[in-house]
C-alpha cells in the first residue's frame, strides 16, 4: 500500500511539472511575426556551423550588415549575436557565451550602446537574455541587466512572469509551443521596403559627454577576453545617423581603441564611399539600412575584412559551401516573398512590419 501511494505521489508531481511546464511553453512569447527581436537570440543555437566572424550589438549590425552577402561575396563565415537596445554587458555576455562554441577569427562590436550605462526597459532585456541558454553567462546577465523592478526567480521561472498573458495568446503560440521558424539570416533581420531619409532633430547638447564606467568597463572585459583568445576585436559605428553619435564620443572610443591597439571605423563619413543612397537604402527614413543598403555596407566591410584579416574563403570548401546554399536559398526566398508582398499590399505585413525602432 505504501509503494502505491508512492508512486501515486510521483504520477501526481510529474503530472504538476509537466502541466506547468506546457503552459509556461505556450505563454512565453514566441516573437514569430510583428516583433521577432525576441527570437535573435535563441536563432544562434540552432545554427551548427562555425563562423570566422562573429558580430555582437544591437540593431546597427543586425540591421545593416548582410551576412549572406559576406559570403556570396567573400566566402566569409559570419553570425550577428545581437539584439534589440542590446547593452555593451549584454554584448560581452553573448560574446561569453558564444566563445563555449566556438572561436571566431575576429569579432565586431558596434559602440552606440556606449551611450547607456544603465539598464534600459526589462522588455528589452527579455528580448536579449531570455534566449540564451542557462550558463554562468546568461546568469552574469541577467545580473548586470535588471532594472528595479526586475528579480531573478522570474528569469529562472519565465512562467511567474508571463502568467497574464491569456488575451494575448494569437496562432503563433500555439503553432510554435515547441519549435519556432527561423526570422533571421544568421542573424541579419531582412527588410526589403524602403522609406527615403528625413530630416533628423537638432543634436540637444548634452551637460557631460562623458561615456559611462560601466559600459566602458564591459567594453574593457570584451577587449581582454578576445586578447586572452587571440581573437581580433573590431569597434564600428554603423552609418546612420540617428540617433546621433556626439563627436565627443567618438574621440572617447578613438582614445581607447588606440590604447588597447585595436582598429575602430565611423562608418557615418563614408556613406557615399559605400555607396549608400539614403533615399532608397533604409526602409525606416534612416535610422536603420533596408537589405539593398545592408548588402552595399557588408560588401564594403567584406573587402577590408579580407585585406585585413587571415580569413579563409570557405566557398571553397564543398562541405561548407553546401551548409551556406540553404542559407543563401532562404534568403532570396525570403527577399522574394517580401517583395511580393509589397507588390500586393503596398507594404510589409508578415515579415516584421511592426517590429520595434531600437
Known amino acids: ?92 555576455y553573448l560574446l561569453e557565451d558564444a566563445l563555449r562554441y566556438e572561436t571566431p577569427k575576429v569579432v565586431v562590436f558596434n559602440v552606440l550602446a556606449l551611450k547607456y550605462n544603465e539598464p534600459q526597459s526589462e522588455a528589452y532585456n527579455r528580448m536579449s537574455i531570455d534566449g540564451m541558454k542557462w550558463s554562468s553567462s546568461k546568469i552574469n546577465n541577467i545580473m548586470a541587466s535588471m532594472t528595479k523592478e526586475e528579480n531573478l526567480i522570474d528569469y529562472m521561472f519565465p512562467l511567474l512572469r508571463y502568467h497574464s498573458r491569456w488575451s494575448e495568446l494569437n496562432s503563433d503560440d500555439f503553432e510554435h509551443i515547441f519549435s519556432k521558424d527561423l526570422v533571421t539570416h544568421n542573424g541579419y533581420y531582412m527588410r526589403v521596403d524602403s522609406k527615403a531619409q528625413g530630416e533628423f532633430p537638432t543634436p540637444t547638447p548634452l551637460a557631460d559627454y562623458t561615456l559611462g564606467e560601466k559600459a566602458m568597463g564591459y567594453m574593457q572585459k570584451m577587449a581582454d577576453l578576445c586578447k586572452e583568445k587571440g581573437i581580433e576585436l573590431v569597434l564600428i559605428k554603423a552609418p546612420t545617423e540617428f540617433p546621433h553619435w556626439y563627436d565627443e564620443w567618438d574621440a572617447q572610443v578613438v582614445e581607447f581603441a588606440e590604447e588597447n591597439g585595436l582598429e575602430y571605423i565611423n562608418y557615418i563619413p563614408l556613406q557615399e564611399e559605400i555607396g549608400l543612397d539614403m533615399s532608397v537604402d533604409t526602409y525606416d527614413a534612416g535610422l536603420h539600412l533596408n537589405t539593398s543598403g545592408a548588402e552595399k555596407m557588408a560588401d564594403y566591410f567584406g573587402a577590408w575584412l579580407v585585406e585585413n584579416y587571415d580569413l579563409t574563403d570557405y566557398r571553397q570548401d564543398e562541405e561548407v559551401a553546401a551548409i551556406w546554399q540553404e542559407k543563401v536559398d532562404f534568403y532570396n526566398e525570403m527577399k522574394q516573398a517580401q517583395y511580393d508582398e509589397l507588390e500586393q499590399y503596398g507594404e510589409l505585413r508578415s515579415f516584421g512590419a511592426n517590429a520595434i525602432q531600437d
Open 1 to 92: 500500500m505504501k509503494k502505491k501511494r508512492v508512486l501515486a505521489g510521483v504520477l501526481v508531481l510529474v503530472l504538476v511539472i509537466g502541466s506547468l511546464y506546457l503552459l509556461q511553453r505556450l505563454l512565453v512569447p514566441k516573437y514569430q511575426t510583428g516583433i521577432v527581436e525576441g527570437s535573435m537570440v535563441e536563432e544562434y543555437y540552432k545554427d551548427k556551423s562555425d563562423h570566422e566572424v562573429l558580430f555582437v550589438g544591437d540593431c546597427e549590425v543586425y540591421e545593416n550588415f548582410s551576412t549572406i552577402t559576406l559570403w556570396e561575396n567573400y566566402g566569409i563565415t559570419s553570425y550577428i549575436r545581437g539584439s534589440a537596445q542590446q547593452l555593451t554587458w549584454q554584448s560581452y
